[in-house]
């Protein structure tokens, strides 16, 4: 086990404890049932006490200590974990594979997605990242039937709806672009180097969007949807934006607003809810969503 998932380990622990928090005897207690964390060994102080410091160096996560009770150990700061990010999606993910890995046994009875996108070029793009340094990418655009050549500068990756994708500003003519991952037929570092806007904040640029659809050109608006009786369970379970808020509740349906701009790829999941979702507000949106659902009656009407 990598320094890091120890590191995860630690944040979960803690994380799970809420504000009472454990001791460093509680910890070690199950630090030591976990023999695929610590081969059979306790954790000693001296240990612990570093992996604090490189657990806020890294993820900005404070471990504290309480004295009363006994010296527990807490996380001062849960709100880092509370509002997601990659913190929260790490601790997410390390928590499934720790569990999976402990149930090899019954494998073919635990499906999951896979991420093809994740495959080829998202370290080299990591890395990339962190230097700050310009890669050459062989890109193919689903809309053209030719893949061209062109330097990137690698801001930020997002993943969504199973696919990773790279926003970055094409140095040819210093436009910011969004580009899948699987569509990268090829990769390479140069030696040039370039400089992260001051103001770029990856989260801020991409709040008022639904996904990886970045048309500036859509305003922002205020929209409200309903879900019906089933549905609505879904959407509180899972909102579709971090805007989401439920403003009216029945036992028939529910009212969600949402503050984003109406994009195809939000629009084109409003469509997939078929008729258990609708738009309420705004009307332009409505008589938006009205033809494309005539669109698709007229096409099916035909057969």
């Known amino acids: 086990m990598t320094a890091l998932e120890k590191y995860i380990w630690i944040v979960n622990t803690l994380y799970e404890a809420g504000e009472r928090g454990r001791s ?6 199950i630090w030591s049932r976990d023999e695929n964390v610590s081969n059979g060994a306790i954790l000693p102080r001296q240990t612990f006490d570093r992996w604090k410091g490189n657990i806020q160096m ?28 990659i913190c929260r999606w790490l601790l997410d993910t390390y928590t499934t594979a720790n569990t999976l890995s402990q149930n090899i046994s019954i494998k ?8 093809p996108s994740s495959h080829n070029f998202l370290a080299n793009i990591i890395s990339a990242m962190k230097e700050n340094q310009v890669i050459n990418i062989t890109h193919k655009n689903f809309q053209y039937s030719k893949s061209f050549t062109f330097p990137v500068a690698p801001y930020c990756l997002k993943l969504f709806q199973k696919r990773w994708y790279m926003l970055g500003s094409s140095t040819n003519d210093n436009t910011i672009r969004i580009y899948g991952i699987d569509r990268i037929e090829k990769m ?3 030696n040039e180097h370039f400089s992260m806007p001051k103001d770029f904040d990856a989260k801020t640029y991409f709040s008022s969007f639904f996904g990886v659809v970045l048309d500036n050109d859509v305003p922002i608006q ?29 036992e028939e349906y529910a009212d969600f ?5 109406p994009t195809y790829d939000f629009r084109m999941e409003l469509l997939r809810a078929g008729n258990m979702i609708e738009v309420i507000e705004p009307l332009s949106l409505r008589q938006e ?5 005539r669109d698709l009656w007229e096409m099916y009407e035909k057969g």
């Open 24 to 29: 460093l005897k509680e910890i070690n207690e």
């Open 58 to 85: 890294i993820f900005g996560i404070n471990i504290d200590c309480r004295l009363r009770d006994g010296y527990r150990y807490y996380i001062s700061n849960p709100e880092v974990l509370q509002q997601g990010g």
């Open 108 to 115: 073919d009875r635990i499906l999951v997605e896979e991420i």
């Open 188 to 190: 390479e570092a140069t």
């Open 222 to 250: 205020h929209i409200v949807l309903r879900a019906d009786k089933y549905h609505q369970h879904y959407l509180r379970s899972l909102p579709l934006h971090e805007s989401q808020r439920e403003i009216f509740t029945s």
């Open 257 to 261: 607003e949402l503050t984003l701009r």
């Open 289 to 293: 969503m009205r033809e494309w659902i």
